[in-house]
């Protein structure tokens, strides 16, 4: 079974919008990250919170992370076109088990 | 600036054949990674490998192995390649951190369809 499940599954927004994805887990944590992914390429890391932390910032990139109800989210400010790609959630519990979500699919359009 | 080479980007095999998808870094990493990602599944570990000639089972690694001799290079066979396994593999790699993952480095992808 997944670890993480993120929601939305697909999400549209206009240009200049805010995008949020949130993405919930099961067990307990030694961090999450989120990685992106454009259509037909690798994955490329965002950020990764601890489970120490409980928000992270690194552009216009914003993660929330909330332990006691095992969610994450994933905000990006003043989305732009290119930013059109598959969002996917990962948590890792130790052990080099880091298990991915079935990602968002975000789609900005012009 | 950091790099993970899949050698193939595309490639199509027939039911039966021996199948190697090759991955490098260049980044000195310990650790180097297997997965396979399929709609509505996300990535999920075939193998990963913490050292050079060490390989650990991920959680779907039937139907295949592995081969780490360098440090910079892990090999992912499909001995016997079956239609089932037709899928994006991604290989990826990270720096060493006490049993933990840590920052994942993702080469572009290895689409295999097998017919």
């Known amino acids: 079974s997944q670890q993480g499940e993120e929601d939305p599954q697909a999400l549209s927004i206009q240009e200049g919008e805010n995008a949020t994805m949130n993405c919930s887990y099961k067990?307990?944590?030694?961090?999450l990250q989120w990685y992106r992914q454009n259509s037909g390429r690798g994955l490329v890391h965002l950020i990764l919170?601890?489970?120490?932390?409980r928000e992270k910032h690194s552009g216009r990139l914003r993660v929330t992370l909330d332990t006691s109800k095992k969610s994450s989210s994933l905000l990006i400010t003043a989305s732009r076109a290119a930013d059109t790609a598959s969002y996917f959630c990962?948590?890792?519990?130790?052990?080099?088990?880091?298990?991915f979500g079935a990602g968002t699919r975000l789609f900005v359009k012009a | 600036d950091v790099k993970v080479t899949q050698s193939s980007r595309y490639l199509v095999k027939r039911t039966g054949e021996k199948v190697f998808l090759e991955c490098v870094q260049d980044?000195?990493?310990?650790?180097m990674f297997w997965y396979r990602q399929d709609p509505g599944l996300g990535l999920r570990l075939i193998y990963f490998s913490y050292d050079v000639k060490m390989k650990e089972k991920g959680d779907i690694p039937e139907g295949y192995s592995v081969s780490r001799e360098k440090k910079e290079r892990f090999s992912l066979i499909l001995e016997s390649a079956s239609t089932n396994q037709t899928s994006m593999y991604l290989c990826?790699?990270?720096?060493?951190?006490?049993?933990?993952?840590?920052?994942?480095?993702f080469g572009e992808g290895s689409r295999l369809t097998v017919l």
């Open positions: 990962a948590t890792e519990t130790g052990g080099f088990k880091t298990i």
């Open positions: 067990t307990s944590i030694n961090n």
């Open positions: 980044m000195d990493h310990e650790n």
């Open positions: 990826a790699s990270s720096i060493a951190g006490q049993g933990n993952t840590g920052e994942l480095f």
């Open positions: 919170i601890r489970s120490n932390e």
